[in-house]
């Protein structure tokens, strides 16, 4: 089997409580998305997402995604898309960097991998652990009252875990902390996610003054020197997320006791490839983790699914069902979030079926 074909599309995915806001005044109505179909000689075809947080989160945007799909066509077209692993290093060899455009590609493979083996890719993971996955909800970064009754919705709709957008300051960042533990039992997890918003100095303030709370503290500052400095100065657990790019960066952290989690992101490590042995790398070094990625829609909740299902329970923090943050639904069959938790379909592939009214006509072919 080979690829024929790579059709590129382009949907704007709004969010569906109107912004999404977080550290350093970023706020979003909608998210850029690039969806990928690969076609093939013999009939199936696979389908990969990849949608960035806008372009000051990571080195990486929208545009970028679609024009590192056409620097890399040439590598992808002729290719076996049912060896992931082999496609992702002949990536790596013809472009340096830029994970997050090789990862739609990578998960397109997955998916079409899954149909050719008539086997749900969560079984090619890996298998299933339980029945199913937890879910934390992300809270956008508001006023701590306004946060304290979103956090109050969520749980009563089954969420049972928090990641709450701080880092805008260690005062109002304490507030938004006490007033959101507050609103839940000792059963609830609340994770504090600074998104690298606040300085060294800022956040020892913060970790200080929420000693006494029940709450994880997440990726603070924007280096990792700074945050591994927070960490020895605070009891509280905590997670790293931006700093986290793939294996080396893992063993570091791991060696230096910097983190007690990790936020795995499929995009941010360059697909399904990288993040199942990102993966497996820190369930051996029992460091939990939060599987998700940098945004998405249904294909790209799918492949999170897939991903966070074939984990090992004790080594699962939490998932994200980002296509339920969206006002925009791009696939049929994707995971349904209930009580807080999903669970990774079962039809062959990712298991989703993308609406092409709603993708429109490619923005890109290429064969």
Known sequence: MEVTGIDVYNVELPIAEGTYDWAGGNSYATFDSTVLRLRTDEGPVGWGEVSMLGSSYLPAFGKGARAGVEELSSAVLGADPTQPAVLAADLDARLRGHPYVKSAFDVACWDLTGKVRDAPVADLLGGRFGESVELYRAISQDTPAAMARSVARYRDEGYGKFQLK?????????????????????????????????????????????????????????????????????DLPFVLDEVMTGLDSVVRGYEDDAMDVVNVKISKVGGLTRARAVRDLCAEFEVAMILEDTWGSEIATAAIAHLAHSTPAEARFAATDFHNYNAVTTADGAPEAAGGTMAAPTDPGLGVEPRMDVLGDPVAVYE
């Open 166 to 234: 701080v880092g805008e300051g260690p005062v109002i960042d304490e507030e938004r902390i006490r007033a959101t533990r507050e609103e839940l039992d000792d059963g609830h997890v609340l994770d504090a996610d600074f998104n690298t918003g606040l300085s060294r100095h800022e956040a020892v303030r913060v970790a200080n003054a929420v000693s006494d709370v029940d709450v994880y503290l997440e990726q603070p500052c924007d280096s990792y020197e700074a945050c591994r400095a927070v960490r020895r100065q605070t």
